[in-house]
């Protein structure tokens, strides 16, 4: 596949995989998640890649999430939304390697469900962390909200839900969201430390933890299966068009007037 969203290296037993638009915050696209199954695919099964790591282009953002602009109910491209994002979520859990998400700036909406599902977040003190789904007319109802339960505790992944506030880099820590927090100058010296302790470690060993470390929350794929099909159908109600429109006019969508 020729990749025009995002770039991709393997080096040294490294893969890096950087969502490169930065111009719009990395959100991505529907061609921005097929490209991303990509090229997971091809370092989750390159024998010579140990460990890879997923990061956004530019300082002011990792991701933050689904592009607003190519969302007019459904999204642009394949599966149950618009987005495979069923595919790309199970594609970083199934790769038999760590993936590393490497973030600075905004880790928002669907940037923020990316960093969940990762094995390992590691964030430049720039960094910032929160849901806005119900602000915009979406939620993920799966791995970003059933897996981020277990992560955070289930008080604190309904906040993050229910309220859409902004966390810093140390809030998340705190809440055990991130594994560390390092200046944003010292972001790439950390996430190579990081990279060189792995590929020290039994790669086979490595896959089989990490494969049962999923295998205690694979139920929640299919809670995500079941749950991305409500969400495309509230996708083509008034109620959450109220949220894109809003977004694209810069004001505050009114969704109570469209409750029965």
């Not at 987005?83 to 979520?89: A, I, V």
């Not at 969508?253 to 029965?260: D, I, L, M, Q, S």
């Given at each position: 596949m020729q990749y025009e969203d995002i770039l991709y290296e393997a080096v040294d037993g490294v893969a890096r995989i950087t969502i490169n638009r930065p111009e719009k915050y990395n959100a991505f696209r529907g061609q921005t998640c097929e490209e991303l199954i990509d090229a997971f695919n091809a370092a989750g099964w390159d024998k010579s890649v140990g460990v890879i790591v997923l990061a956004g282009a530019g300082e002011k953002a990792f991701c933050t999430g689904g592009d607003q602009t190519a969302?007019?109910?459904?999204?642009?491209?394949?599966?149950?939304?618009?987005?495979?994002?069923?595919?790309?979520?199970?594609?970083i859990r199934d790769v038999p390697k760590p993936v590393i998400a490497k973030v600075q700036g905004y880790a928002i909406g669907g940037g923020n469900v990316l960093c969940t599902i990762c094995d390992f977040t590691i964030a430049g003190e720039s960094a910032v962390f929160g849901q806005v789904g119900p602000k915009v007319g979406s939620v993920d109802p799966g791995f970003g909200t059933a897996f981020l339960a277990r992560i955070v505790g289930e008080k604190k992944a309904r906040e993050i839900w229910y309220l859409c506030r902004r966390y810093s880099a140390k809030e998340a820590l705190d809440m055990g969201l991130v594994n560390t927090v390092v200046a944003d100058d010292q972001l790439d010296a950390e996430v190579d430390k990081w990279c060189a302790e792995i590929l020290e470690k039994s790669p086979t060993a490595i896959a089989i933890a990490k494969r049962s470390f999923n295998m205690d929350s694979e139920n929640i794929r299919g809670i995500a299966g079941m749950g991305m099909y409500a969400l495309s159908l509230y996708y083509d109600t008034d109620e959450a068009k109220e949220g894109s429109k809003a977004f694209k006019e810069k004001r505050k969508?009114?969704?109570?007037?469209?409750?029965?």
């Open positions: 969302h007019d109910g459904q999204y642009d491209g394949r599966g149950t939304i618009g987005l495979p994002l069923e595919d790309l979520h199970s594609i969508p009114n969704f109570r007037k469209f409750v029965r």
